[in-house]
């Protein structure tokens, strides 16, 4: 009778059980995915490599036939910021600057930091980032580069931009050289099928319609080399004199 009474009690505790519990297998409707501890880190973003930051990944010749220094290459920029940290740190804030502007694409950025053909002769850097207070000063001219000159002759490439004191007066620069207060840079194009017939055509073209707006000074070297500032608008030839202007006697 005991026996029975066992019996009994187990059958009707079995009863109660769910029978998912006698199963060793979980039912996977009932499997829950475990929690998320934490949501991922948002990746940090990469920062640019030299070669994008400063324009260095620009592929193109550069014009040595239009008085291009040896020293001022694209290489020779990369060890100069390397070779010191404020170097690399003027040329980034400079770059910051224009990016501001809407202008650091204009030109390849690390072009606009060359100085003269004669900085070697002069015992000059290679080189060379203004004060930032300068920095203001190239902004028309780069509009008038960007809004002007490129859509008439494509592409150019700087040559030389800002010269300091010093090195202006030992490259027998003007003593009121536009290149001295940061407003003036040298240009070629970079397209080589551009004859200079078809670059002075152009460019005095560019300088007649908006030359007054952007207050440009414009003035033609030998070959496919020409100068371009925004400090008073002007034209001139060889003799600096604007009666000699090629846009008056070859446009």
């Not at 502007?101 to 204009?106: C, E, I």
């Not at 053909?117 to 902004?139: L, T, Y």
Request: proline letters at 7%; glycine letters at 6%; charged letters at 20%.
């Amino acid at each position: 009778m005991l026996t029975f009474l066992r019996s009994a009690a187990l059958a009707a505790t079995l009863l109660l059980v769910p029978a998912a519990s006698l199963s060793s297998t979980p039912n996977p409707a009932e499997v829950r995915a475990p929690a998320v501890a934490a949501a991922a880190a948002p990746r940090a973003a990469v920062k640019p490599a030299p070669e994008a930051e400063f324009g260095l990944d620009t592929e193109h010749d550069h014009e040595l036939s239009s008085g291009l220094a040896p020293g001022q290459t694209a290489e020779d920029f990369e060890a100069w910021i390397h070779r010191s940290p404020a170097n690399f740190k003027e040329v980034a804030a400079f770059r910051d600057f224009l990016a501001a502007q809407g202008l650091d694409s204009v030109v390849p950025l690390w072009q606009l930091t060359r100085t003269s053909s004669s900085w070697r002769q002069c015992g000059a850097q290679p080189f060379e980032i203004p004060s930032a207070d300068k920095w203001e000063r190239i902004v028309k001219t780069l509009k008038f580069v960007r809004d002007d000159v490129i859509p008439r002759v494509g592409k150019v490439e700087p040559l030389s931009a800002y010269r300091n004191e010093g090195l202006n007066a030992c490259s027998n620069g003007a003593p009121q050289s536009a290149h001295r207060q940061f407003f003036a840079i040298d240009l070629t194009p970079v397209n080589k099928t551009v004859e200079r017939s078809d670059m002075i055509r152009s460019v005095c073209a560019a300088h007649a319609r908006d030359g007054m707006t952007y207050n440009v000074g414009l003035g033609f070297y030998t070959g496919r080399r020409f100068h371009v500032d925004s400090s008073g608008f002007r034209k001139w030839g060889a003799n600096g004199k604007g009666a000699t202007s090629p846009c008056l006697t070859q446009a």
